[in-house]
């Protein structure tokens, strides 16, 4: 007797991406699928839109599940694209994100003009000429990144001690997917961005990279050296992950 060995099933990918028309909206998604699940799952977060789906469930049945749940999908999708598209507009009474607060910019045309000034909730910017949105730009990154400095350099005099490390040099990133970096050498790199966040979120991606001069890796060591002056970091990663650089 013959058997015909049975050809093997193509494998589907793990992930991918796709796209759909929903109602008279075309929209693009992640699509997951994981052998642990056993119904379809639909997520939207600062990615977008992610489903994820068992391992061999019938396209008939993700293009139900998709089509039943339209109108939340594009509802929730909607909000997402303006919150991802908002830009600051760069004019007086604009509002700025710094260390966790709101602040609003103040534009002051003056005579001579002055570096920008932080008054309570306002900064304050003393301009000279026209103060067109790319001079209010221009001026409050700067302003940001010297606040980083100033903001890392108290961070890691306050928490190197502690930890006994002592790192080469602190510098400023602007990388566009990561908030801090330390290299074999001891230079640790902090996003300027980060300036923007609350102080405990600064405090543990300082405290996260000056752990490297000690544990080179993510392992439980260098967790406990993380935990030993930030308690609640796991929260706090958590937090991190959902805010997106830039
Ligand atoms: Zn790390």
Not at 50 to 68: F, G, K, N, Y
Not at 116 to 133: C, D, F, I, Y
Not at 191 to 217: C, F, G, R, T
Request: net charge positive; with cysteine; proline share 5%.
């Amino acid at each position: 007797m013959m058997f015909l060995r049975s050809r093997s099933k193509p494998v589907l990918p793990a992930v991918e991406q796709r796209s759909l028309q929903l109602s008279d909206q075309h929209i693009t998604y992640t699509l997951k699928r994981s052998g642990k699940r056993r119904s379809i799952g639909l997520r939207i977060d600062e990615r977008g839109l992610t489903v994820s789906m068992p391992l061999r469930a019938s396209e008939q049945w993700l293009h139900s599940v998709l089509q039943d749940k339209a109108s939340w999908v594009l509802d929730k999708l909607e909000n997402w694209q303006v919150a991802k598209v908002m830009p600051i507009v760069w004019q007086d009474g604009a509002t700025i994100p710094f260390r966790g607060e709101e602040i609003t910019l103040c534009v002051v045309p003056d005579l001579f003009g002055a570096p920008p000034r932080l008054l309570g909730e306002s900064l304050l910017l003393q301009l000279n000429g026209v103060a067109t949105p790319q001079r209010i730009e221009k001026l409050v990154s700067q302003w940001y990144r010297e606040q980083a400095l100033q903001v890392f350099e108290e961070c890691v005099a306050h928490f190197a001690p502690l930890m006994e490390v002592a790192p080469r040099t602190i510098r400023l990133s602007s990388a566009r997917t990561q908030w801090g970096s330390c290299s074999a050498r001891g230079v640790i790199s902090l996003n300027w961005q980060l300036v923007k966040l609350s102080l405990p979120l600064i405090d543990y991606v300082v405290i996260h990279e000056l752990a490297h001069l000690k544990e080179m890796n993510h392992s439980a060591a260098f967790w406990r050296v993380v935990a030993s002056v930030c308690p609640d970091h796991k929260e706090l990663r958590t937090a991190l992950r959902d805010i997106r650089v830039g």
